[in-house]
């Protein structure tokens, strides 16, 4: 399986809120969106965009995988969005955690072109808050 690296469906992030506690919770929102620049739309007549998190030891998510829904036309070039919720530890040891994932879809470049399976590894910053311990 080919990598992309957002050329042909670049992703953009938020998490609100953009720190958390020991304790907290917060929503991760990707949306993905195909670069029209480059000619790239979506293929509705394979498998649904999917997107994985794997949260770190402590770290709990309320799914592994989200699935975007699709439209019935055979190609479209709307932004796609999933979200997930993360809870953070009782404890936390660090100023930011980094929570790494990937996305999988099908996607298509050139009115005519060729569709093929993609897949495009992503890392989110997620800001700590509250106690952290000092070192020692």
């Keep these: 399986m080919r990598?992309?690296?957002?050329?042909?469906i670049p992703i953009?992030?938020?998490?609100v809120p953009p720190a958390v506690g020991p304790g907290d919770v917060t929503r991760v929102h990707l949306l993905l969106r195909p670069n029209t620049e480059r000619d790239g739309h979506w293929n509705n007549e394979a498998?649904?965009?999917?997107?994985?998190?794997d949260a770190p030891p402590g770290w709990?998510?309320?799914?592994?995988?989200?699935?975007?829904?699709?439209?019935?036309a055979?190609?479209?070039?709307?932004?796609r969005e999933v979200q997930f919720e993360l809870k953070a530890p009782?404890?936390?040891e660090a100023q930011a955690v980094e929570i790494p994932g990937y996305a999988l879809y099908y996607v298509c470049q050139e009115a005519d072109g060729v569709c093929l399976f993609r897949r495009q590894d992503l890392v989110l910053a997620v800001a700590v808050t509250g106690p952290v311990p000092s070192p020692e």
């Design 3 to 8: 990598r992309d690296p957002g050329r042909l």
């Design 12 to 15: 953009d992030w938020a998490v």
């Design 47 to 53: 498998e649904p965009l999917r997107v994985w998190l």
């Design 60 to 72: 709990k998510v309320d799914r592994r995988e989200a699935r975007a829904p699709q439209p019935p």
């Design 74 to 79: 055979a190609v479209s070039t709307e932004p």
């Design 90 to 92: 009782p404890t936390l």
